[in-house]
């Protein structure tokens, strides 16, 4: 890409396809693409959003985007770099595309998960290893994953069902704390699976049955419960407590084995719901935990080290949940079979080949978040649901348990998360991928150059000065969640298999921007650290370089500590604009939830001081996001109350910055009357003047 003037880029034209890349976009948020499938992250740009960039910053006004979006040619000599570079979409398409791609970021999993993306293309076949060591791993502890049916059948675990025990603080009454009482539920079948509400006994019934009646004589309504928003409420005498205050005055959560689901023995086949088994623990599914419990005990007795030292951090937190809990290490939210079966595992993998060893590993680790005791049960769909399917440290009081060793049923097991890796390689050697479901064109691949790493970005001297063509990322919000603690939970393991260092297994990143809200200079401290970033990010750009970043925000203080830190670190908007983006779980979902993205390119400039916006910048902004709102739904695409704030506060503070820079609104220029009276919308190009 020599000699391309960036000043005509269609990205400065803002001249994109926006609506023909959010039709590709909201089917990737379904599909997502597999290259990225091979570790969980918590926060992922599209990869047609950076693709998407990137084609708009290396094509002229003017020029053909779709032919330069699917043949990605023509970027062999650009230099990318991403200082927040987390899930590390924006630099595997830049990778993808042919160009040097450079990135940074102070969480070590982060920079650990796209350091391996990077690396995709040496990807080794792993089913033989696979076959091989699940064969090995399954003669130690495989005989822990079995059950036997109400006839003394032999059958293989599927799902072990936990309960949380506790005792009423007023009445001193113990009882099962059951969120709901219908554990299952099979629309196809007409039945359901309900716990007795005294005993806690497993009752299988019509699925529109309203009551069902246990031998032991209670009558239980399947969809009451003992808990009422996150408080055990005792059957006893009605008290309710909070399962975290129980926590503070009993200590950490204790669990009982109440039901297991099994599969037919023999070989294993895709078994369908109709032919599983929903039933009670007996007494020989709690003795078979106990003794994987004593092998556990004798394994750790007879060699150190084996489970890697986990502490949680206790400082620096945003979110107190597993400290409140009574949780001090995270090897306490794994139960005995499964930290033996983590033990037994991580030793095979240490004997593999180290060609092999490192793809084991991340499938490993991504592994860990389906086999925890805070993994809940879809009783629905009769699966499970992972870890951080809530980005955060939610409490299960009804967990539910894999065998991690099936390879056709369950969701989260070792095979399954090895055969995501090999997929995620699969995908990344692709060189010209045919038309989709996702896109219209065949799109060819091309492999470029990566350097990724752990670092604070405020300072990046491995990066020369002036020698970045585009910056491409997508910050960090002012109260976004804390993906550090997040992270944190794989840390441990991770380090044990060399993937990270040992530095931060105590404590957060130093260099984190996430803080607790009620920190009183959270604010200032935000903007000063992403300042100084943006300093660097200016020091290491080539003179017509150019800072593209996608961000959102809802109550105003994230886009002002934007416009603050541009305005510090000296960069001017030269064009802004709305890109779909949602491809967050429906879970976090809200009626104000942002799902365009807010797409601002800049260029070096003076640094302004004392940058404030005025009334005038509002109405500008107002009627910037009025006319996309417009443009967007005549296009008949989703635009709801929160992309209009959003996009409202981001033209207030860029039209704002911009016009203290000596820039104009400039190029397809609509002149509308609304509400805010008389003013000129755009699509929108701010340029300086002259």
Not at 249 to 265: D, H, I, M, N, T
Request: glycine share 8%.
């Amino acid at each position: 890409m020599t000699g391309v003037s960036t000043k005509i880029s269609l990205l400065d034209a803002c001249a994109l396809p926006i609506e023909q890349l959010a039709r590709i976009a909201m089917k990737e948020g379904v599909r997502p693409r597999a290259e990225y499938q091979a570790h969980k992250w918590f926060a992922r740009r599209l990869a047609v959003t950076a693709r998407g960039l990137l084609a708009g910053f290396g094509t002229r006004d003017g020029e053909n985007f779709w032919k330069t979006f699917y043949s990605g040619t023509g970027f062999e000599d650009l230099r990318v770099l991403d200082p927040f570079c987390g899930g590390g979409v924006m630099l595997l398409e830049a990778q993808r595309l042919g160009a040097h791609a450079i990135g940074f970021d102070v969480e070590p999993v982060a920079a650990a998960i796209s350091a391996f993306q990077a690396e995709l293309g040496a990807l080794p076949d792993l089913s033989k290893a696979l076959e091989e060591l699940r064969l090995s791993v399954l003669g130690e502890i495989g005989e822990y994953y079995r059950t036997r049916s109400q006839d003394g059948v032999d059958e293989t675990l599927l799902h072990a069902f936990w309960v949380q025990i506790v005792t009423c603080g007023e009445c001193g009454a113990g009882f099962d704390a059951h969120p709901r009482f219908r554990l299952a539920r099979t629309e196809a079948a007409k039945r359901q699976w309900v716990a007795c509400s005294s005993c806690s006994r497993l009752i299988e019934a019509d699925s529109d049955a309203v009551q069902v009646t246990c031998p032991c004589g209670a009558a239980t309504d399947p969809s009451g419960a003992h808990q009422r928003y996150g408080a055990a409420v005792c059957p006893n005498c009605g008290h309710s407590e909070p399962l975290i205050d129980i926590a503070r005055r009993e200590g950490k959560p204790e669990f009982r084995l109440f039901a297991v689901e099994s599969l037919p023995s023999g070989d294993e086949r895709v078994t369908p719901m109709a032919e599983r088994s929903l039933r009670s623990a007996t007494a020989y599914d709690v003795n078979l935990f106990k003794k994987a419990e004593s092998a556990l005990a004798s394994r750790l007795a007879s060699k150190t080290g084996l489970l890697p030292r986990s502490p949680i951090p206790k400082t620096d937190r945003a979110d107190d949940r597993l400290l409140s809990y009574g949780y001090v290490d995270y090897t306490e939210l794994f139960n005995a079979r499964q930290k033996l079966h983590l033990v037994a595992l991580s030793e095979a993998i240490d004997a593999l080949p180290s060609d092999l060893r490192g793809a084991f590993s991340v499938a490993f680790s991504d592994h860990l978040k389906t086999n925890n005791m805070m993994c809940a049960y879809a009783g629905d769909w009769r699966r499970l649901t992972p870890l951080f399917s809530i980005r955060a440290y939610r409490h299960i009081s009804r967990p539910v348990e894999l065998n991690p060793w099936l390879n056709r049923n369950g969701r989260g097991t070792f095979p399954n998360a090895i055969r995501s890796v090999q997929r995620a390689g699969t995908a990344f050697k692709e060189h010209r991928v045919a038309s989709s479901v996702l896109y219209d064109e065949p799109m060819a691949y091309h492999t470029g150059r990566s350097e990724i790493a752990c670092r604070d970005s405020k300072s990046m001297p491995a990066v020369a000065d002036g020698s970045i063509d585009l910056v491409l990322t997508d910050p960090p919000y002012l109260d976004y969640i804390a993906y550090s603690e997040l992270g944190h939970f794989f840390a441990p393991w991770m380090h044990r298999f060399g993937l990270i260092d040992g530095n931060s297994i105590d404590r957060f990143p130093s260099g984190q921007l996430a803080a607790p809200a009620n920190t009183k200079d959270h604010a200032e401290r935000f903007i000063r650290h992403l300042g100084q970033i943006f300093e660097e990010l200016r020091r290491k750009m080539k003179p017509e370089g150019r800072f593209v970043f996608t961000y959102q925000n809802l109550d105003g203080r994230g886009w002002k500590a934007i416009g603050r830190a541009l305005a510090r670190a000296g960069f001017q908007p030269v064009s802004v604009f709305p890109l779909y983006g949602e491809n967050g779980s429906r879970l976090h979902k809200r009626g104000n939830s942002i799902s365009w993205d807010c797409v601002v390119v800049c260029k070096k400039a003076d640094p302004v001081r004392n940058f404030r916006t005025t009334k005038d910048d509002r109405r500008q902004g107002a009627s910037f996001a009025l006319s996309w709102q417009k443009r967007l739904e005549a296009a008949e695409l989703p635009f709801g109350k929160g992309d209009l704030v959003n996009l409202t506060l981001a033209g207030e503070i860029l039209f704002a910055l911009s016009r203290r820079q000596g820039g104009k609104l400039q190029g397809c220029f609509v002149h509308e009357e609304d509400r805010f009276g008389s003013v000129c919308a755009c699509g929108a190009s701010l340029t300086n003047e002259g």
